[in-house]
């Protein structure tokens, strides 16, 4: 399974980006999907999930309130909207997915695939 990430840039502090996440699979929506972030010098976290239906998500802290994981299944794609972005949301933002509907294995780090990675900056 092939995961395109797109919608990264350049933002100043306060504002959003939308973030997207194509996958080129019929059985898209039996997936649970997630994003996770890798800023310089740091282990690779998680940052969202959701479930394959998309009725379950779960939100790292530090994104609470912030950012939202949601999913087109006939689009086959993930969306991670993000606000109030900060600095410190500086990183290379990756999309992934596992084989299992529930989202509580992309929570756990346990993925199938993998997208590349989109760089997000957030300017002071």
């Known amino acids: 399974v092939q995961l395109q990430a797109s919608g990264g840039g350049l933002v100043q502090a306060g504002g959003s980006l939308r973030l997207s996440c194509a996958a080129p699979r019929r059985s898209f929506s039996g997936y649970a999907m997630g994003w996770f972030r890798q800023a310089p010098g740091k282990e690779r976290g998680f940052v969202a999930a959701i479930s394959g239906s998309g009725d379950d998500t779960e939100y790292a802290d530090s994104v609470k309130g912030r950012f939202t994981i949601s999913r087109d299944n006939r689009k086959n794609t993930v969306y991670l909207q993000m606000n109030s972005l900060k600095p410190e949301d500086t990183a290379v933002y990756y999309c992934?997915?596992?084989?299992?509907?529930?989202?509580?294995?992309?929570?756990?780090?346990?993925?199938?695939?993998w997208g590349q990675g989109t760089q997000v900056t957030v300017s002071s």
């Open positions: 992934a997915a596992s084989v299992w509907g529930h989202k509580d294995p992309v929570v756990a780090g346990s993925i199938d695939y």
